[in-house]
């Protein structure tokens, strides 16, 4: 299996422009997580899907950022427009699907906003 | 809200030598999940250990093995005979019972020295 696949691996960009980052889950996992990891503020839930729906999105900042699971197989994070202080590293996460399971991270997407 | 207190930024131990990591948590539920995830260099997050609140007996995995007072609210992680692998950033984090959303705490450096 090839894990957590996560693209791009690093993506640069100016503020005010649109991001879109990538996961494809492990097959078979029915939860799907993004993380946000930054200096300041550790690592935080932004939100989670079950069964491709949204269960918990309380984590999202504000209306900038919106996330979709059209399928099982994928899922995206936007953020438009961008701003300096999105830059951080952005995880994606899956799991089985039950609160005591492993979840498994992607290799994450390191974000810089310019 | 849930909350996770790693109070020690920063640990360092020679190799071979036996090392604990702190970790605290405030909750007003009585059945949940806590967990101690590695961020080596590599940034890549992996699940070290894990442990559900209603079981007495504490988590081993190999050489790595947890304290957990419930009383206390106390999961702290114990490294016996660490290798310069070990070396990572720690991550503590709980998750309610029916609820897979984790909540990290801010993490401990730790470095294996030869």
């Known amino acids: 299996d090839a894990g957590v696949i996560q693209s791009p691996r690093h993506e640069v960009t100016e503020m005010g422009q649109e991001v879109t980052l990538r996961c494809k889950p492990i097959s078979g996992h029915n939860s799907l997580f993004w993380y946000r990891q930054t200096m300041m503020r550790g690592l935080e839930l932004l939100i989670y899907f079950n069964n491709n729906v949204p269960i918990d999105d309380s984590g999202m900042p504000e209306d900038r950022f919106s996330a979709k699971m059209p399928n099982a197989s994928f899922s995206t994070l936007k953020i438009q427009p961008s701003e300096p202080r999105d830059s951080a590293v952005y995880f994606c996460?899956?799991?089985?699907?039950?609160?005591?399971?492993?979840?498994?991270f992607g290799p994450g997407t390191r974000l810089t906003v310019l | 809200a849930q909350t996770v207190t790693q109070s020690q930024p920063e640990m360092s131990v020679q190799e071979a030598e036996t090392v604990t990591l702190s970790c605290t948590y405030d909750?007003?539920?009585?059945?949940?999940?806590l967990f101690w995830y590695k961020q080596p260099p590599s940034r890549q997050m992996i699940l070290v250990i894990r442990q559900e609140a209603y079981k007495q007996q504490n988590a081993t995995e190999n050489r790595f093995s947890v304290n957990f007072q419930k009383a206390a609210k106390s999961f702290s992680l114990k490294i016996s005979d660490s290798q310069l692998g070990d070396t990572a950033m720690y991550f503590c984090a709980f998750s309610n019972f029916g609820n897979e959303k984790l909540t990290f705490g801010t993490g401990t450096r730790l470095t294996i020295i030869p």
């Open positions: 909750t007003s539920e009585s059945n949940y999940y």
């Open positions: 996460a899956s799991s089985f699907g039950t609160q005591s399971d492993e979840q498994f």
